[in-house]
């Protein structure tokens, strides 16, 4: 019995020495698996970090690209502004000389609205200079007459008055202040005669447009 017990004991312990043996050896293949990962992880990282590097670096890159650019950016800035202060000085420089040259400028104006208040006084003076040679040229024929009749009549005396209407003239009643039986109104500033009326005993002889008429009071011998 004893034999036997030992024995059983015996088959025991090989079978559990097998079992640890196998417990074992499960365990160092396991050992192979935790190296590749360790390696994989170590690849990965690797890689990881050369990917951050180049990200970094293009990063950097870009930076650097908009750094420069600013600093051009500024440079141009830098010029506009030089251009810019060199337009207002000289815009300053062209408001002062116009200022200065206002007055004069005024003084142009001035001139040319003279200029224009004479060109309007010389058109108005030729008018009425043609009208004065009118009347001229009728006073002369009118005057050559009154000579010839005075001359005719062996009489030394003619009178000349300006009335601004001959109606006043036509109007007036009585003897003139002289011997008379003639009056003759000589409208100025033309050349011929459109009519002769008679009133009572004048004479009167009127032209186109009423103006001035000449007053001649001859003698009653004439």
Same mark, same amino acid.
């Given at each position: 019995?004893?034999?036997?017990?030992?024995?059983?004991?015996?088959?025991?312990?090989?079978?559990?020495?097998?079992?640890?043996?196998?417990?074992?050896?499960?365990?160092?293949?396991?050992?192979?698996?935790?190296?590749?990962?360790?390696?994989?992880?170590?690849?990965?990282?690797?890689?990881?970090?050369?990917?951050?590097?180049?990200?970094?670096?293009?990063?950097?890159?870009?930076?650097?690209?908009?750094?420069?650019?600013?600093?051009?950016?500024?440079?141009?800035?830098?010029?506009?502004?030089?251009?810019?202060?060199?337009?207002?000085?000289?815009?300053?420089?062209?408001?002062?000389?116009?200022?200065?040259?206002?007055?004069?400028?005024?003084?142009?104006?001035?001139?040319?609205?003279?200029?224009?208040?004479?060109?309007?006084?010389?058109?108005?003076?030729?008018?009425?200079?043609?009208?004065?040679?009118?009347?001229?040229?009728?006073?002369?024929?009118?005057?050559?007459?009154?000579?010839?009749?005075?001359?005719?009549? !062996?009489? @030394?005396?003619? +009178?000349? #008055?300006? =009335? $601004?209407? %001959?109606?006043?003239?036509?109007?007036?009643?009585?003897?003139?202040?002289?011997?008379?039986?003639?009056?003759?109104?000589?409208?100025?500033?033309?050349?011929?005669?459109?009519?002769?009326? !008679?009133? @009572?005993?004048? +004479?009167? #002889?009127? =032209? $186109?447009? %009423?103006?001035?008429?000449?007053?001649?009071?001859?003698?009653?011998?004439?």
């Amino acid at each position: 019995m004893a034999a036997a017990a030992e024995g059983v004991l015996a088959t025991r312990r090989d079978e559990s020495a097998r079992d640890d043996a196998a417990v074992e050896t499960a365990e160092e293949a396991k050992e192979p698996a935790e190296a590749d990962i360790t390696e994989l992880c170590r690849d990965m990282f690797s890689k990881m970090a050369t990917y951050l590097t180049g990200e970094l670096t293009a990063t950097s890159e870009d930076y650097k690209l908009l750094e420069n650019m600013n600093k051009l950016t500024s440079l141009k800035y830098l010029e506009m502004k030089d251009i810019a202060i060199n337009i207002s000085r000289n815009l300053k420089d062209l408001n002062q000389k116009y200022a200065g040259l206002q007055p004069y400028l005024d003084q142009i104006n001035v001139i040319e609205e003279q200029v224009a208040a004479l060109e309007q006084a010389a058109y108005k003076l030729d008018a009425y200079s043609k009208k004065l040679d009118g009347f001229h040229s009728c006073y002369r024929s009118w005057s050559a007459m009154v000579r010839s009749r005075l001359t005719a009549t !062996s009489t @030394s005396w003619v +009178q000349a #008055i300006l =009335l $601004p209407q %001959p109606r006043r003239v036509a109007g007036i009643t009585g003897a003139p202040p002289c011997p008379a039986n003639f009056v003759f109104l000589v409208e100025t500033g033309f050349l011929h005669v459109v009519r002769l009326v !008679s009133i @009572s005993q004048a +004479q009167v #002889i009127c =032209l $186109p447009r %009423p103006g001035l008429y000449c007053v001649f009071y001859l003698p009653n011998n004439l």
